[in-house]
Nanobody, 123 residues
Framework: QVQLVESGGGLVQAGGSVRLSCAASGLTFSRYGMGWFRQAAGKEREFVVTISRSADSTYYADSVKGRFFISRDNTGNTVFLRMTSLKPEDTAVYYC????????????????WGQGTQVSVSS
């Protein structure tokens, strides 16, 4: 069974930093592009960032560019999201997802999803 498990969420003050992790199992991790999405209360889930299979390409949403940084460890089957200069509007449930596409920013392109981890940024 394919499983994606996010961790690292919690409460953080505005301006602070958090690193999220997503551990993947049940799939050949290096064959999947990975992405992070988030969903704030009362809002639609939105794209945050994606990274290609070999980590040679990344694409960030404008709202997080320069503040969030994605990386992956294909040996450890883990994708990371380092979030810095956090703002209250970053408060959301953060989801990692896997795609058979090389890189993708659209939800329908993703085949597997984690359960999400809550990040709450206080002002």
């Amino acid at each position: 069974q394919v499983q994606l498990v996010e961790s690292g969420g919690g409460l953080v003050q505005a301006g602070g930093s958090v690193r999220l992790s997503c551990a993947a199992s049940g799939l050949t991790f290096s064959r999947y592009g990975m992405g992070w999405f988030r969903q704030a209360a009362g809002k639609e889930r939105e794209f945050v960032v994606t990274i290609s299979r070999s980590a040679d390409s990344t694409y960030y949403a404008d709202s997080v560019k320069g503040r969030f940084f994605i990386s992956r460890d294909n040996t450890g089957n883990t994708v990371f999201l380092r979030m810095t200069s956090l703002k209250p509007e970053d408060t959301a449930v953060y989801y990692c997802a896997a795609t058979t596409a090389i890189i993708a920013a659209q939800e329908p392109s993703y085949d597997h999803w984690g359960q999400g981890t809550q990040v709450s940024v206080s002002s």
